[in-house]
């Protein structure tokens, strides 16, 4: 199949001063940054060696109808267009392209409705994942997706990543839990997909297409979620192994048995102590790697549940197990798990890749990370959600490391050969965006790539759209 994709706009410094007159004409009540200590905050997400570009201006709109004219305004003076949320991405998908438009959507951020009787909200796309949490929460209601950064990311980004996160072993990735979108499209034209029904099979499934489409399909203004009724308290367990394999094989033990824990995440050695040295939880120093693994049944179904994982874990060769005595040092044990990256990065600078393999084959991906951060002498921390084959191998550099952006490129490269090697992918959670492009088509091959071009360019036929990421231009 030919390559129909067309080539991504010339941002010329004309037309991004024409594109600023013309937003300022038409939506003279935006709120545009065009300041450059303020554009320059809007240049980066959280990916560490990443050269992005200075947004020309970031938009803040506050309605579906502002931010389609954004869109058109764009296209009509081919000005790229970076839909971003919160900035917390590990791929590049939010860096700002050079002289392009930044479009945030941080003020689009209310829930519009929580329909109980049909378990869904109706949120806009800037709100935080941990106040959706909450606000559904005080309905006694429960929105599964759960990345670690829940604290720091938008609906919107998670709906532009797919993020996953540290329940999608029971629940699912966001995409699961997605029902219906309002999007803009690359013209400004603006379209509903699916709606409350549980199921609906009418023509294309678009709304799944857009999610993890790292804004370059449309821009999500609207999103209509699946909620369940508010499960109880979690019951949690620590597991810690002597050596990466077993803790491997002790997660590939709890999948094959059945066990439909709703967390289980592991740290290796490095991240037990950096995560230890940051939150004194008093956790064993000395074991390889650590599992957390987390129940969300009834109280007695739930320690049924984890007597089967400590079970499993002992069968893999466990040195210990402890359970959390209460709700409140559970709540410690899952928060430290969720600030691994930030105690790492209390240590250099980080970089965080995103390997997924099937479940099964956790082990190999654990002792191939080890290898090739060896093989070339670098520190790596790795950790995950071990529970969906997704692993982070972290790559800690000194700040000053010089070796550091090559050395990053060359283990990575080995990863991700790796774990195409075992039948996996080079990013389970955290997208293609800017930072792996190059490793797509290794991984899916030129014709699905040139079939995703194809989308590309039926959708945003201009390259309006944050082009350059997923693939080049
Ligand atoms: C400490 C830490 C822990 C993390 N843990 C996890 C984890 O457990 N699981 C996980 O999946 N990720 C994790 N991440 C990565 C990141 O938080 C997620 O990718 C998150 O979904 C990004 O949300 P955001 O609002 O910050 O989006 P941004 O970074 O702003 O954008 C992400 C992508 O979505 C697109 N986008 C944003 N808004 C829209 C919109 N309205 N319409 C269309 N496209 C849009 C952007 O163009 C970009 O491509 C972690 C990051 C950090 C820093």
């Known amino acids: 199949m030919a390559t129909t994709s067309a080539p991504g706009p010339v941002v010329s410094a004309a037309a991004g001063a024409a594109l600023v007159d013309a937003i300022r004409a038409t939506l003279p009540d935006l709120r545009l940054l065009t300041d450059a200590t303020d554009r320059e905050s809007y240049r980066n997400d959280e990916t560490a060696y990443l050269r992005a570009g200075l947004p020309l201006a970031v938009a803040l709109p506050e ?3 502002e931010v389609s004219t954004l869109v058109r305004l764009a296209a009509e003076h081919r000005v790229p267009v970076v839909p971003r949320g919160a900035g917390s991405g590990l791929s590049g998908g939010a860096a700002g392209i050079e002289g392009g438009l930044t479009i945030a959507m941080t003020r689009m951020n209310r829930v519009l409705e929580i329909d109980r009787a049909n378990l869904v909200v109706v949120t806009q796309p800037g709100i935080l994942n941990a106040e959706l949490k909450q606000a559904v929460g005080a309905e006694g209601l429960f929105y599964a997706p759960d990345p670690a950064s829940y604290e720091i990311c938008s609906i919107g980004g998670n709906l532009g990543t797919n993020a996953g996160g ?8 966001t995409r699961d839990s997605v029902l219906g979108l309002e999007v803009v499209l690359a013209d400004g034209r603006v379209i509903r997909t699916g ?3 549980v ?3 009418a023509g294309y499934a678009l709304t799944h297409l857009f999610v993890g489409s790292q804004g370059t399909l ?3 203004t609207e999103a209509t979620l699946r909620l369940h009724v508010a499960p109880p308290p979690r019951s949690t367990m620590l597991a810690f192994f002597p050596t990466l394999d077993a803790a491997g094989r002790a997660v590939a033990g709890i999948l094959a048995a059945g066990i439909g824990v709703v967390t289980l995440e592991l740290m290796d050695h490095e991240t037990i102590a950096a995560v230890d040295d940051a939150h004194r939880l008093g956790l064993d120093r000395e074991a390889a790697a650590m599992l957390l693994v987390e129940s969300d049944l009834s109280p007695a179904a739930a320690t049924a549940e984890l007597d089967a994982a400590v079970a499993a874990c002992d069968a893999a060769g466990a040195s210990s197990t402890i ?6 040092e559970a709540d410690w044990l899952r928060q430290a798990r969720r600030l691994a990256l930030r105690a790492l990065e209390r240590q250099g600078v980080v970089r965080m890749e995103d390997v997924g393999v099937p479940r099964g084959r956790v082990p190999e991906l654990l002792l191939a990370i080890q290898a090739a951060a060896d093989r070339h002498g670098v520190r790596v921390a790795t950790f995950g959600h071990a529970g969906d084959g997704n692993l982070h191998p972290n790559f800690i550099f000194d700040r000053d490391d010089p ?4 050395l990053t490129e060359t283990v990575r490269n080995e990863i991700f050969a790796a774990a195409l090697a075992l039948g996996g992918t080079v990013t389970a959670e955290h997208g293609i965006g800017l930072s792996r492009r190059e490793a797509l088509v290794d991984q899916v091959g030129a014709d699905v790539v040139d079939v995703m071009r194809s989308i590309k360019s039926a959708l945003d036929p201009l390259g309006i759209l944050n082009p350059g990421r997923v693939f080049r231009g």
Do not use: F
């Open 166 to 173: 540290l329940c999608c072993v029971k629940y699912g990735q």
């Open 323 to 328: 359970r959390a005595e209460d709700p409140t």
């Open 199 to 201: 199921k609906d099979v």
């Open 403 to 406: 070796r550091a952006p090559e």
């Open 218 to 220: 449309g821009i999500i």
């Open 195 to 197: 709606g409350r029904n």
């Open 63 to 65: 309605t579906t109808a």
